[in-house]
């Protein structure tokens, strides 16, 4: 190669940091099932304000648009198997020239180029090339087999998934919460264990800093809400002062609602954001409580015990287990035990995009097994009278409504109650459940055992 060719290949292979960490993420997305919400803030540490905005854009947009981004790079490939950098280098390409007004096509088309030559399959820099330069130039015609296909393509969301929620929510339903899933959602916060060992006036000179306009929640206490992403919430949460949590997973906290002297076990803790927001009404409401928390691995209780820590909850004794074995307490030393179960997340799909592509049919039934087996472990620790909450971020039967009956049927000492729990998210069979498009927070499901 001549030293003039060089020079061009080191040129053309420039690439944005925005992009190349967009591309690295989807990535690891697709090929390791990582998720967003981790990987995000990690790349996006190492970024400037305007990389970090532009890989937050493409990664999150493709990620809601995959199955429409794919159908049009299906058509113009002949739906050919293609390699996994190439098939994400044409994603991102194509989102960019489709969905971003302000980005010129040369910029998408010769970085996706060069992300594929970086990613050292160069010999497929022709063929992105020509696939994208297509794509400026035609506009595609969408043709779909029935309606199902129609929203599935649309909202980038597989069918299996549509078909599922069409049968248990009405196909109308299953239309509006797809596409609610892929709208920013709004910024759900609260003020940290920190925040509440300050006095009133303190708390409104903080509250007072933020610029957006945010109101109370009303169904959550502890609960605030904007619709605009503002540099002085962010710096409020760097500093400790405010926490992000969404509404429905607040709501959640909200209906342990511990009262004097009871001892308290979150099962599955990790990352602490229901165990924080437990102690922080503890301490406010100073019902002085024994709490407890733990979670199955070192690393997830690591995580747990640092969120402890920084939300000054350092009172709240921790532990790890496998909850689905058995778990070290003894048997009726509780009067409040949480299980917020490892769940399919279907609720959280606004949050968490890739969710809808990991998940197979198959999976709920190990869940709703895997559920059952903490949940029957969890009531053993209860005293009589004592109260066993039990929640999802997940909209499925199987996991939720099917889980507590079964357990009921075969828990004769427990019966369901409604204590504690919003009326306005109650079912005809006393559960709460939130949904997304319904409430603009996230699917919760939440249910209350009384043990007799
Ligand atoms: C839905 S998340 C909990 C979220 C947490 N309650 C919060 O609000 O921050 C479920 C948790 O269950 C944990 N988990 C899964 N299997 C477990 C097991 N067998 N024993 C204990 N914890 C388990 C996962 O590591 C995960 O942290």
Redesign the pocket.
Known sequence: MSTTQKKQNQKTAKISPARLAAFEILSKIETEKAFSSVLLPFYEEKLSPEDRALCHEITLGVLRKQLYLDRIIGNYTNNKKLDAAVTIALRIGLYQLLFLDKIPAYSAINESVNIVQKAKKTSAKGFVNAVLRRATREKFEFEFADEIERISVETSHPRWLLEKWSAQFGAQEAEKLAIENNRIPQLAFRLTGKFFRRNADEQSEILSEIDAAYEKSEHVESCYITEKYDAKLFALADSGDIYFQDEG?QMVGQAVNLQKGERFL??????????TQIDAQSFNKKTRNSIFA????FQ?VKFLRENCRSHRAGSVKIVQ????KSLPFAEESFDAVLL????SGTGTIRHNPEIRYFLEEKDFADLKA?QLR?LNNASNLLKTGGRLIYST?SLEVEENEAVCKTFLNENRNFIQTAAGLPEKFLTSENFARTFPQKDKMDGFFIAVFEKK
Do not use: F, N, Q, W
């Open positions: 997973s979150d099962v599955c803790a990790s990352p602490g954001s229901k165990t733990g979670d199955l691995h997830r287990y496998d909850a689905e917020d179960a490892p769940c895997k903490i971020c």
